[in-house]
């Protein structure tokens, strides 16, 4: 029998909620993607007639010299639009994110500027401490966009199917006599150095559902390739789901050309 002192009408309003959350999540993050919703398979997939906003590229900057950053620098400001006021301006130093992202670098040079008492540097220890407080305030909204740009990576990659490859931990080096190596009675002989010609296997983690071998080699394969060359693969294989799903069982191997 229900507890009556329990709040359940809360709990399940609240619960519903959350849910409502993470679907208008996964379908904004489709909607960058070009997909959309279907009833009759219960999964995402592409839009008729829609075109990617955005490619896996464009969830990262370009360093290079002339790069069009205008579809990433997009994705920040529709997350700092969508928190600026929810944060405000704690730990800001009197601005809120949006002021802050809105900065190029002349602004925030005529600031420190003014901070510092019209002088190149501060002098004073109040100048110093405001001039510092601002640069914190620059770090930790800084680290908030990029907490949010993480989360949207992941968000895609996960729609995508993009494997995640977690380097296994390094053990410990074994502590060793001091001197010269040598064997004695009956030590093994049967070693090899680690450059030597034994390979270390790589380990990886993938869903326990994925067992054929050559998936797994291929997955872990795809895992090394940069942003370009996986985005790449991800339309290789929705062609060849596409294929799979118009034609009876092909392989992948016929369905990506390769036994040809």
């Known amino acids: 029998m229900p507890n009556s002192n329990y709040n ?11 849910a409502k959350g993470t679907i208008s999540k996964r379908d904004a993050t489709a909607g960058l993607l070009g997909l959309t919703w279907s009833p009759k398979t219960a999964q995402y997939i592409k ?15 370009n360093k290079a ?9 997009a994705l920040e400001r ?12 704690v730990g800001l130093a ?9 900065m190029d670098r002349d602004a925030v040079k005529a ?4 901070l510092s008492g019209g002088n190149k540097k501060p002098v004073t220890k ?40 977690v380097k296994p931990a390094k053990a410990p080096k074994a502590q060793t006599a001091k001197g010269k190596d040598a064997q004695t009675g009956g030590v093994s002989t049967d070693t090899h150095i680690e450059s030597g010609p034994v390979t270390e296997a790589k380990t990886s983690v993938l869903p326990p559902e994925i067992r054929d071998p050559r998936l797994v080699r291929m997955l872990n394969t795809v895992a090394q390739y940069d942003l370009t060359g996986q985005a790449r693969f991800v339309e290789i294989m929705a062609l060849a789901i596409e294929a799979y799903n118009k034609e009876p069982a092909p392989t992948i191997e016929s369905s990506l050309g390769l036994n040809k």
């Open 111 to 114: 600031h420190k500027l003014k």
């Open 126 to 165: 109040s100048q110093q401490a405001a001039v510092a407080l601002f640069m914190k305030a620059q770090r930790t909204s800084s680290n908030r966009i990029s907490s949010g740009m993480q989360n949207l990576r992941n968000e895609v990659n996960n729609m995508l199917g993009v494997p995640t490859v």
């Open 78 to 89: 529709g997350y700092v639009m969508a928190n600026y006021e929810r944060f405000g301006t």
């Open 65 to 73: 010299q002339y790069a069009d950053n205008s579809k990433f620098h």
């Open 47 to 61: 839009a008729k007639g829609a075109k990617p906003m955005i490619n896996v590229t464009d969830l990262s900057f």
């Open 94 to 102: 009197g601005f809120n994110m949006l002021e802050l992202y809105n």
């Open 8 to 18: 359940l009408a809360g709990i399940e309003a609240q619960a519903k909620a959350f």
